[in-house]
């Protein structure tokens, strides 16, 4: 049975989390292990939990215990739900957009890039993505369009930032992801993988190249909104790929151009 709470203040203590941590906060560098996130939604909220992440509290609007959160809260066991009415809720920003639920859950342990990529013939390499939507949406692309896993450098925001999530639908539970370290070119050439680079060079093969397409084991490198990728990157990368550009556009978003890339770069 659920362990329902009634709040009636915003301010009460047990809505910090939900309102009032920071994702640095959350996120807790100094103690890992004791780093937590925020879901929203149900059908994000069971994503997490097929994926084994562990649930903390639950904040609900007092309407949907018995509607769109019951299933949820069933599966949650005898952790604290707090529920409240929406005129209490509405101060927290975003809340409307939750479908009246928000889970705190616990982080996982960050599984190795060898782990990550064991089994994998196409990855994501994000460089210096920070911007969360992007990472976000980069994520819902490939789990939509088959890539195998996604690694991130230490420049990149964390794909378990709250609004990283709610964009990616909670495909950021089905993707295997993790935060490469410096050498992370070196350490993929030994796994086998060749890397292509997504940029705005002069020197570039089309992204329908047949060379590409025929690699058994591909990493697709993506870089920041602006900058792109540095230079070290793309030089040391195997492939250099523009994708071809019409009307004077010179390029996408880096979440638009993942979806390109992943779709023509796929294994096929």
């Not at 925020?38 to 069971?46: D, F």
């Not at 479908?99 to 013939?121: D, F, N, T, V, Y």
């Not at 993707?175 to 070119?185: I, K, L």
Request: glycine fraction near 6%; hydrophobic fraction near 45%.
């Amino acid at each position: 049975m659920p362990n329902i709470i009634e709040i009636t203040d915003f301010n009460a203590p047990e809505l910090d989390i939900y309102a009032r941590f920071t994702e640095v906060q959350l996120l807790n560098r100094e103690f890992p292990e004791n780093g937590i996130f925020i879901a929203e939604s149900p059908k994000v909220i069971e994503r997490a939990l097929d994926a084994g992440y562990e649930p903390i509290s639950v904040l609900v609007e007092k309407k949907h215990i018995e509607g769109e959160a019951k299933n949820v809260l069933e599966r949650c066991g005898n952790i604290p739900v707090f529920a409240s009415e929406f005129n209490v809720l509405k101060e927290l920003t975003g809340f409307p957009l939750t479908r009246g639920l928000l889970c705190a859950m616990r982080r996982k342990p960050l599984l190795s890039m060898e782990k990550i990529c064991s089994g994998a013939q196409r990855i994501a390499v994000l460089e210096d993505v920070m911007n969360p939507t992007n990472i976000g949406a980069i994520i819902r692309s490939a789990a939509a369009l088959g890539i195998d896993a996604v690694l991130l450098t230490s420049g990149c925001s964390n794909p378990l930032y709250r609004r990283a999530i709610r964009v990616s639908m909670g495909t950021v539970f089905q993707v295997p992801w993790t935060f490469a370290d410096e050498n992370w070119q070196y350490e993929l050439g030994k796994l086998g993988f060749k890397t292509a680079a997504m940029a705005l060079c002069d020197n570039t093969v089309p992204i329908d190249d047949e060379r590409i397409a025929k690699e058994e084991k591909l990493a697709i490198v993506l870089g920041t909104e602006g900058d792109g990728l540095s230079a070290k990157t793309i030089a040391d990368c195997d492939y250099t790929v523009k994708i071809p550009m019409a009307n004077g556009v010179d390029s996408l978003n880096v979440a638009a151009a993942s979806a390109v890339a992943f779709w023509e770069l796929r294994k096929k």
